[in-house]
């Protein structure tokens, strides 16, 4: 947490096009032995489930500092957004500058039904996942969905594996051409 500034500043100055922060979980099932590493590096030095938005609070304010334009989004699991209440949530999310949301484990009906209102109340953008697995059928609906952009993961498999880039690129051009 104490890097996030120094590390944000330099994906500014080299010219990312956005930040997406992960937000500890205690069981990142869907990551590799990389981020479930980290998860557990972070949650050693945790306070309470709002440490989040302190240190998003924090960056926020340096960045307006600095004068910087780079979107920021959070990307994590549902339980703690829950536990720390999914309106109060976004509401303080959006408070501290942060842009928007990719949750994996939330549904695309609960989404619909539920949780998109909130979001879109709080100005975050919402931003869903595919794979290479997901039916075009399915793609076109979570990209009508997502108010940011479409996150194409590029395989099923956890974080961190090989992967053929091959594939990858047919992939990427056959979700680029829906």
Request: charged letters at 25%; aromatic letters at 10%; glycine letters at 6%.
């Amino acid at each position: 947490m104490e890097d996030t500034l120094t590390v944000m500043a330099a994906l500014e100055k080299s010219g990312a096009d956005m930040i997406e922060l992960g937000m500890p979980y205690s069981d990142p099932l869907a990551d590799g032995p990389v981020i479930q590493h980290s998860n557990t590096i972070a949650f050693a030095k945790w306070h309470d489930d709002k440490e989040i938005v302190r240190t998003i609070k924090r960056v926020s304010e340096e960045s307006r500092q600095r004068g910087w334009a780079i979107p920021v989004l959070l990307m994590g699991y549902m339980n703690p957004i829950l536990q720390y209440g999914f309106e109060k949530f976004c509401a303080d999310a959006s408070a501290v500058g942060v842009d928007g949301l990719i949750l994996p484990d939330l549904p695309e009906y609960e989404y619909e039904t539920e949780y998109g209102a909130i979001t879109r109340k709080y100005g975050l953008d919402f931003v869903f996942l595919v794979t290479p697995e997901t039916s075009e059928e399915r793609v076109k609906k979570l990209d009508a969905l997502s108010s940011g952009f479409l996150y194409a993961v590029s395989s099923s498999s956890t974080t961190g594996r090989d992967k053929n880039m091959t594939d990858v690129k047919a992939y990427l051009q056959k979700i680029k051409n829906l």
